[in-house]
């Protein structure tokens, strides 16, 4: 029984231990964290593009009054001198805001070229990250089927060895077991407890040999339940 139950726990323990359920985790918390990244980045590049939209109806806007004022340079509608300065030096504050304008819309457009390049590149991350954590999981779920098929067909032959003992006793050893760290048997070899590792002294072996074969046996340190085996040593 004892055996079957220290088994089991092994079974478990390398079922939660197994590599492929860290790198699972680990590849999940990089695809959160790529996730993350590419929302910051895709409202990065809406904001640039409303930005740019801004700037272009900005630099259209110039373009268009300059145009207006140009035509009218050109056709000769100014008679007046004075009203002529002040066309001319409209026309050049309307080149110099242009100019400016320009240079901010080249600027949103180099750093919306930017955004969107790292958009395409936390998107390729994240899709190579997901097939890994696809490929890892596949793996995990593989090792599992084999664990968990071991693991039930152990606790199969637990049930089949708990029908064939007393309800006392079985019902001493699961409180021996959750009290003791999972073992609450163990053998009796060369002397010494295997549940301890410690050795017995003459006088408890000396009071271990006088009990019959069927009578339950513990230890007087550790109160484990004692299996007497062929070379426990009494």
Same mark, same amino acid.
């Given at each position: 029984m004892q055996g079957l139950d220290q088994k089991l726990d092994q079974l478990a323990h390398r079922r939660r231990k197994l590599p492929e359920v860290a790198e699972l985790e680990a590849a999940a918390a990089e695809h959160a964290r790529l996730s993350d990244a590419l929302v910051v980045a895709q409202t990065s590049v809406t904001d640039l593009?409303? =930005?740019? /939209?801004?700037?272009? $109806? +900005?630099?259209?806007?110039? *373009?268009?009054? /300059? $145009?207006?004022?140009?035509?009218?340079? +050109?056709?000769?509608?100014?008679?007046?001198?004075?009203?002529?300065?002040?066309?001319?030096?409209?026309?050049?504050?309307?080149?110099?805001?242009?100019?400016?304008?320009?240079?901010?819309?080249? +600027?949103?457009?180099? *750093?919306?070229?930017?955004a969107q390049?790292?958009?395409?590149?936390?998107?390729?991350? *994240?899709? /190579?990250?997901?097939?890994?954590?696809? =490929?890892?999981?596949? $793996?995990?779920?593989?090792?599992?089927a084999e664990i968990d098929k071991e693991a039930e067909e152990a606790r199969g032959r637990r049930s089949e060895l708990a029908a064939q003992l007393p309800d006392d006793l079985m019902s001493l050893y699961e409180k021996i077991r959750a009290a003791q760290g999972g073992i609450g048997a163990a053998a009796l070899r060369r002397r010494m407890c295997e549940g301890c590792q410690m050795?017995? +002294?003459?006088? =408890?072996?000396?009071r271990i040999r006088s009990f019959a074969a069927e009578v339950v046996i513990r230890h007087d340190e550790c109160r484990r339940i004692l299996v007497r085996v062929p070379d426990s040593g009494l």
């Open positions: 593009e409303r =930005e740019q /939209k801004r700037a272009d $109806a +900005d630099v259209e806007q110039v *373009r268009e009054r /300059k $145009a207006r004022d140009q035509k009218r340079l +050109d056709s000769g509608q100014v008679s007046s001198p004075k009203e002529l300065e002040s066309l001319q030096r409209e026309i050049e504050s309307l080149d110099r805001r242009q100019s400016d304008l320009e240079d901010t819309e080249l +600027d949103v457009m180099e *750093r919306l070229e930017q390049q790292q958009v395409e590149s936390l998107t390729a991350q *994240r899709e /190579k990250v997901g097939r890994r954590a696809h =490929e890892i999981q596949q $793996a995990r779920d593989a090792q599992w050795q017995l +002294d003459p006088a =408890e072996l000396t």
